[in-house]
């Protein structure tokens, strides 16, 4: 069965780095898309950054670009995100989450996401 695990959050000061981990099985990375999504606080889940296998096309949300960081380790079925300049509107519930099946230009057609972890819990400090 698919299974995703996602650990690495904590609390850190406003300016601060995370790195964030998905541990995944029961389907290997190179077949999907995969990406982080969060939710903070009384506001919907955001989509954060998303990677598709099949090409290659990347999403990121503009309030993370040039912050945030997507890669992966696909021997490993392995996801990060790799978070810089943290700022306290980061504070969320960050989940990893997968979309089965070949998706293309997922930067102009977003994926359908199949498979959720449970989420790990980030919070900034001003």
């Known amino acids: 069965e698919v299974q995703l695990q996602a650990s690495g959050g904590g609390l850190v000061q406003a300016g601060g780095s995370l790195r964030l981990s998905c541990a995944a099985s029961g389907f290997t990375f190179d077949d999907y898309t995969i990406g982080w999504f969060r939710q903070a606080p009384g506001k919907e889940r955001e989509a954060v950054s998303y990677f598709s296998n099949t090409d290659g096309s990347t999403y990121y949300a503009d309030s993370v670009k040039g912050r945030f960081t997507i890669s992966s380790d696909n021997a490993k079925n392995l996801l990060y995100l790799q978070m810089n300049s943290l700022k306290p509107e980061d504070t969320a519930v960050y989940y990893c989450?997968?979309?089965?099946?070949?998706?293309?230009?997922?930067?102009?057609?977003?994926?359908?996401?199949?498979?959720w972890g449970q989420g790990t819990l980030v919070t900034v400090s001003s």
């Open positions: 989450a997968i979309a089965e099946g070949r998706y293309y230009y997922i930067h102009l057609y977003p994926p359908s996401f199949d498979y």
